[in-house]
């Protein structure tokens, strides 16, 4: 298991050529706005506010690099889908984000993050399909665990299996950002991606 003992915000970049991340390996987190990927990400590094969290879905609209361990980064994605932007910024972060799947030389593995609370939506999907495509390993996610019950829970855990197609008997990791839940199966997961020297 991963043990974050440093984590630092590194950069902002709008464009992926404007970071090279000095060859270390990159472990990245995708997710539809306001599915709670901010909160997720500032549990598992240990810090409170370091990624920022915002009452506004849709804010983050660039790729942001945290130093981890001084080792590899963890990479916050754009979050996706949120309707409320323009249809010309929606599609820019997309292109953003096929930049960074398609370009990326350190990626390790991505972290999908779906609100364990809906069904997966079609950009949910779509994201998936991406990962699929381009041969990145990935590691789905159910958010705000806490919310449902333990029969909700297990139901909201089947139900994305199915959708996801993922292999008969592995189910998405329960995470809640508040009790803590799923982040030593996160940070377990990635510490075996990490290791991974062929990326």
């Known amino acids: 298991m991963l043990e974050v003992k440093s984590a ?15 060859g270390l390996p990159e472990i990245a987190f995708a997710g539809r706005s306001n599915v709670g990927k901010s ?12 990624a ?10 660039s790729i942001n690099y945290f130093k981890i361990n001084d080792k590899c980064h963890f990479v916050d994605l754009p979050g996706y ?13 997309g292109k953003l984000m096929l930049d960074y799947f398609r370009l990326s030389t350190s990626l390790r593995g991505v972290i999908q993050l779906v609100d364990s609370r809906h069904d997966p939506t079609a950009l949910d999907l779509e994201m998936h399909r991406l990962l699929e495509e381009h041969g990145v390993s990935y590691m789905i996610v159910l958010t705000k665990a806490d919310k449902l019950s333990t ?18 008997g592995l189910f998405p990791i329960p995470f809640s950002a508040i009790k803590g839940t799923g982040k030593k199966e996160v940070l377990r997961w990635i510490a075996w991606r990490l290791t991974d020297s062929k990326g």
């Open 151 to 168: 029969n909700q829970l297990n139901k909201s855990m089947r139900d994305a299996a199915k959708v996801f197609e993922l292999p008969e």
């Open 81 to 93: 889908g949120y309707a409320k932007v323009s249809k010309k910024m929606r599609e820019g972060w």
């Open 52 to 61: 920022k969290t915002s009452s506004t879905p849709g804010k983050t609209r």
């Open 8 to 22: 630092e915000f590194v950069t902002s970049v709008f464009d992926i050529g404007q970071f090279k991340g000095a």
């Open 39 to 50: 909160s997720m990400l500032n549990r598992i590094m240990g810090r409170k506010n370091l």
